[in-house]
């Protein structure tokens, strides 16, 4: 019995073939210059089985491209087109990046149709990736005219979590490039959505896309916390400032830096405080302001932000980002996330809270992980 568990496709000339039932793999070859691969894991498969899936082979051609930088767009299951479609192809042409855009299908009224009958299940989830698989390249053709290189990948799989974590292993991508899901704060409540699963987990810069005024940003700011005297965002600053600088550059759009301080979220031991009513004494109070101001100032200096580049805000930084975001519309934002492995695998929250009420698109960046 076929058992079709990876379908991926890198041209528009050639459509899945059955092949019998064994440990198989092949790959078929279109004539230039474009190729298709079609990846098939071949079993015996027990009645109900789960449908997963495994990437088995790779286009000969991508591993020519492994020195060009790549950048990796995750598309709706739904065949639904969204601006990050254009912001992808504008990133990857500005920073002459290869793009490669990945689909993770899984219909739960097509793996529940396997209760009645395997064999019609296997056809029409056969059916479904083929047809997605001919949509992502009517996509991909007019961003190839601009001269993106775009290759095109379909996967059946009912967790794509873990398998866009196992693309970003084998094949490492500069960055992860995604369209918001806006969901209810109660569907949030009750099931965890993929984006924040991807925010929480994701090795590589992540750029949700929302809001989308330009293709290629125009106005792009980093928010920073440079103030911790604990080591535990040591150098972390430092990264977000040079990834905005490097996509500002590239893009060749504004970058500020913002700094949101709100007193309350530091620490009284950190500065030798014996307790925390000691903030609001007025001459501890301007020493932190203070403090905190020449922290920032470093920072960007260190990084070469001019002066009329940089804000500081008191404020709590949700508020104020979402505010400075709406007020100077914003494209980009770069915020930098703290993860550890443990039961608290999101340290400083801000983004994760912010993701839904940002007016413009994120792009979040993840420090080295932290062990407990």
Known sequence: ??????????????????????????????????????????????????????????????????EQARFMMVASPLMQ???????AAALAKAEGAALHIVAFDYLEGLA????????????????YVERHRQWLEEQARPLRKI????????????????????HLKEQPMAVLIKALEHESLLS???????DIHLL??????????????????????AAVDPFHHDGQYKGFNDRILREAVKLATACNAQVDVIYAHDLSSIGADEFGFDNASAYFSSSNAKTLFDAQGQAFIDLAERNGIPPEQRHMVMGNPAKVLASYAD???????????????GVGRLVGSTVEHLLYKMPCSVWVVSPEVLED
């Open 1 to 66: 019995m076929i058992n079709p568990m990876n379908i991926r496709g890198h041209g528009d000339h050639t459509s899945a073939r059955q092949i019998p039932s064994c440990a198989c793999l092949m790959q078929i070859k279109p004539p230039m210059p474009f190729s298709v691969s079609i990846g098939l894991r071949c079993q015996r498969q027990q009645p109900h089985a789960a449908m997963s899936s495994k990437r088995l082979c790779d286009d000969p051609r991508e591993i020519s491209m492994s």
């Open 81 to 87: 087109n969204s601006p990050a479609f254009d912001r």
């Open 112 to 127: 529940t149709a396997g209760m009645v009958n395997e064999q019609a299940l296997e056809q029409m989830r056969l059916g």
């Open 147 to 166: 001269g993106v290189t775009v290759t095109t990948e379909v996967v059946w799989v009912e967790k794509p979590l873990q398998e866009i974590l196992i």
């Open 188 to 194: 949030r409540l009750i099931f965890t959505p993929l």
């Open 200 to 221: 929480r987990e994701c090795p590589v810069p992540l750029h949700f896309v929302s809001n989308v005024q330009h293709a290629l940003p125009r106005r792009i700011v």
């Open 327 to 341: 007020a100077y519309s914003i494209d980009v934002i770069v915020m930098g996330r703290i993860g550890h492995r």
